[in-house]
């Protein structure tokens, strides 16, 4: 059990040490390698992770508000993720969940656990298993399958809808 307590606490240090520069872990040649990857993606998915920032960003900047994330990814490639994708700010690290072993259910109990049942949850998920948890805790769901639906969801956290 203290192996796995000092494993998570370095991974902690690395992750907040590196959460908004995850180049401080590469080489000059793999972080320019991993801008012109970034970049290339943007263009071929229509900007959908800059669109996806922006929903993030704005939740993040109103008071009372975070953002959490839950993966079935196993924590520590989950977290790497994160950090290569350039969110680790928007995530911090208690804010991340991995339902590998405990299942989305789970980490929602979890969730509701923390943040108390007298707070606003809002669901924004591309799976039944997001839904169907969501439902059971009486959350409203935003379902995202295409990049249509993370630009009418920046808009409804633009107007306040959300």
């Known amino acids: 059990m203290r192996k796995l307590a000092f494993r998570y606490r370095k991974v902690r240090e690395i992750y907040d040490k590196h959460?908004?520069?995850?180049g401080g872990l590469l080489s000059p040649q793999r972080k320019e390698?991993?801008?012109r990857l970034r970049a290339e993606i943007e263009v071929l998915t229509d900007s959908w992770l800059g669109?996806?920032?922006k929903s993030l960003l704005l939740i993040k900047s109103r008071k009372n508000c975070v953002n959490v994330l839950i993966t079935t990814t196993q924590l520590v490639p989950a977290l790497a993720k994160v950090l290569?994708?350039?969110l680790g700010e928007i995530f911090?690290?208690?804010n991340i969940y991995s339902a590998t072993k405990i299942g989305k259910e789970s980490c929602f109990e979890r969730i509701v656990s923390?943040?108390?049942k007298k707070v606003t949850y809002v669901v924004i998920g591309d799976g039944r298993d997001e839904e169907i948890a969501a439902k059971q805790h009486n959350m409203p769901f935003w379902?995202?399958?295409n990049h249509g639906d993370l630009v009418s969801l920046h808009q409804a956290l633009e107007?306040?809808?959300l």
Do not use: C, M
């Open 19 to 22: 959460k908004s520069n995850v």
């Open 114 to 116: 923390r943040f108390g």
């Open 51 to 53: 669109t996806a920032l």
């Open 84 to 86: 290569l994708y350039g």
């Open 33 to 35: 390698a991993l801008q």
């Open 92 to 94: 911090p690290i208690e």
């Open 143 to 145: 379902r995202i399958t």
């Open 159 to 161: 107007l306040d809808f």
